[in-house]
C-alpha cells in the first residue's frame, strides 16, 4: 500500500521518532525511502539580515550541509538493514515548500512526518511545516506525535 515513503526530518527527537515508524511500515510492504533535510532559508535570510560576512554564510551553509549529509547517512545504513531502498537529497529553502515540491517530483504513497520541528513553535497543536504540508500535499500524511510525557 505504501510503496515509496518520503521521509522530511530536520533531526528532531520527533523525526526520529517518526524514523522508527517507517521501520515498521517495512513489514507492511514498504520499499522505498526517500529522506528529505532542507536547510531553512529563514535561518540564512536571518544570518544576512545581521550583515554577516557572504562567506561566512556559505561557511555556515556548508557546514549544515555537512550535518546533514553525515545524520542522513547513518539513518540510510539503518534503513537499508532492514531492507529498504534509500535515496537522501539535501535542499535549502522553506521546509515546507520543498517538501511539497519534492512529494510532487518523487510520488511517494505517504509522507511520514514528525509533528513538531527542533523550534516546537508554531501552532500550538502542530508544528508549522507539518500543518502546512497536511493542508498543501496531495499524498496521504502519517503525523508522528512527539513525547507528551515527562
Given at each position: ?12 527527537d520527533v523525526a526520529a521518532k517518526a524514523l522508527d515508524y517507517i521501520k ?97 513553535l508554531g501552532e500550538v497543536l502542530l508544528g508549522s511545516v507539518s500543518d502546512r504540508v497536511i ?16
Amino acid at each position: 500500500m505504501f510503496n515509496k515513503i518520503l521521509y522530511p526530518t530536520d533531526f528532531s527527537d520527533v523525526a526520529a521518532k517518526a524514523l522508527d515508524y517507517i521501520k515498521q511500515l517495512k513489514e507492511a510492504g514498504s520499499q522505498e525511502v526517500v529522506i528529505l533535510h532542507v536547510i531553512n532559508q529563514r535561518i540564512i535570510d536571518g544570518l544576512m539580515r545581521h550583515a554577516i560576512l557572504e562567506s561566512d554564510i556559505e561557511n555556515w551553509r556548508n557546514k549544515a550541509r555537512e550535518v546533514a549529509d553525515e545524520s542522513m547517512a547513518e539513518m540510510r545504513r539503518d534503513l537499508e538493514a532492514v531492507g529498504f531502498k534509500v535515496t537522501c537529497l539535501v535542499k535549502t529553502g522553506f521546509p515546507w515548500q520543498k517538501i511539497l515540491a519534492v512529494e510532487e517530483a518523487e510520488s511517494p504513497s505517504v509522507i511520514v512526518i514528525g509533528s513538531h520541528g527542533r523550534t516546537n513553535l508554531g501552532e500550538v497543536l502542530l508544528g508549522s511545516v507539518s500543518d502546512r504540508v497536511i493542508r498543501k500535499c496531495r499524498r496521504p500524511v502519517l503525523v508522528v506525535k512527539r513525547d507528551t510525557t515527562v
